[in-house]
């Protein structure tokens, strides 16, 4: 999983604790950018030295930023430095179910449209791709101009699913957590984890459809 710099960390944490709740092993790249990202939404400083520290406090508070209930075993993730191009995940022989980019930046979405492999979540990203595993971008941006949408078309192209982080009102929502927890569940379907983070449409139950 790589968490790239656009805002949402909100969406980030969902989809990890879904994950390791799921039974899934986690390797994990925080970009640079992310970094400042996490620091502005959420105050937490995430540190290389310490990012299990990080990590914890950071999955353990809500989309409010408050602390919350959440409770997750970081047993089961791998961090690698996003700098480290000889980490893992930049080798196709390095054993990955697909990738998940929660949430993708527009800069993000173009390294990896583009090949560019300028760190490890963009090579991790390629490597996906070239191995034909699947990859979940979830894009965070609007609006979306003209080149944004090509680089879009792109990965389209080439395989990948791209998630809006778009959430839907038919679920119930009474918190902004559940309006997380909806964009992070949809982009867990595309990669076939199960989950518990919405409520499914099961067609209208009234009577009254036509």
Known sequence: MGVSGASGTPYAAAVLRA?????ESVDLVV???????????????????HWQEDLGEWLARGADGKPGTFETDLTR?????AGDLAAGPSSGSYPA???????????????VALGLSKDLLQRAASVTLKERRPLVVAVRETPLNGQTLRHLVTLDDLGAVVVPTSPAFYAGATHIQDLVDFVAGRALDAVGVRHRLYRRWEGDLGGGGK
């Open 77 to 81: 993730v791998r961090y690698w430095s």
């Open 19 to 23: 994950l390791l709740a799921a039974g």
């Open 97 to 111: 179910k697909g990738m998940l980019i929660v949430p993708a930046s527009t800069a993000a979405v173009a390294g």
């Open 31 to 49: 970009s640079r950018a992310s970094r400042l990202t996490l620091l502005d939404e959420t105050g937490i400083s995430f540190r290389d030295a």
